[in-house]
């Protein structure tokens, strides 16, 4: 496990729309994502309007992602799952789908699409990245949020009035 993410970013004061949507299958995990992200939120975007919206699996977020993309416009969207090997390649193939999806969506649609859908190997893992205080992907989810909002903000501002970039 990575101990190497980038900085905290800075507070942003402007008001910003943040979609999650997160899975309901391992709810103790991913409700930690949840709570970490909610509270690293408070302190780096007072301002936001959060929305969460709650699927059955993993395999339901693109499905969910898409919607809330093409529908409420947010500025980014954060995919909470946690999903755990068992015997057999199910999972590989549930992760490997929804990161695709994820990706595709987010180049589509010109969105920031913070995928923290997490394929770990067992219970432990788990715990260790979603439950955890030293590392809580939850949180990381929330700065990289706050990150790509800002960033986008900022070239969004500076592509102003170049030609073929209206809308973007």
């Not at 004061?13 to 949840?34: D, H, K, R, W």
């Not at 997490?118 to 715990?127: D, F, I, R």
């Amino acid at each position: 496990m990575s101990k190497h993410a980038p900085t905290r970013p800075r507070p942003i004061q402007e008001p910003v729309s943040i979609a999650i949507v997160a899975s309901l299958y391992n709810n103790t995990f991913v409700q930690g994502l949840l709570d970490a992200a909610r509270e690293e939120l408070e302190t780096l975007a007072p301002h936001a309007e959060l929305t969460v919206y709650r699927v059955p699996g993993a395999f339901e977020i693109p499905v969910c992602a898409e919607l809330v993309l093409k529908s409420t416009k947010p500025d980014v969207l954060i995919a909470f799952g946690v999903i755990i090997r068992g015997s057999t390649e199910h999972a590989d193939l549930v992760g490997e789908s929804v990161t695709d999806a994820l990706q595709q969506m987010a180049v589509r649609h010109l969105v920031p699409v913070i995928h923290e859908v997490l394929l770990v190997n067992n219970e432990q893992q788990a715990e260790q990245r979603c439950l955890g205080q030293e590392i809580n992907r939850g949180a990381e989810a929330a700065q990289t949020a706050v990150n790509m909002v800002s960033l986008f903000r900022k070239m969004r501002a500076s592509f102003a009035g170049t030609p073929g970039l209206e809308g973007a």
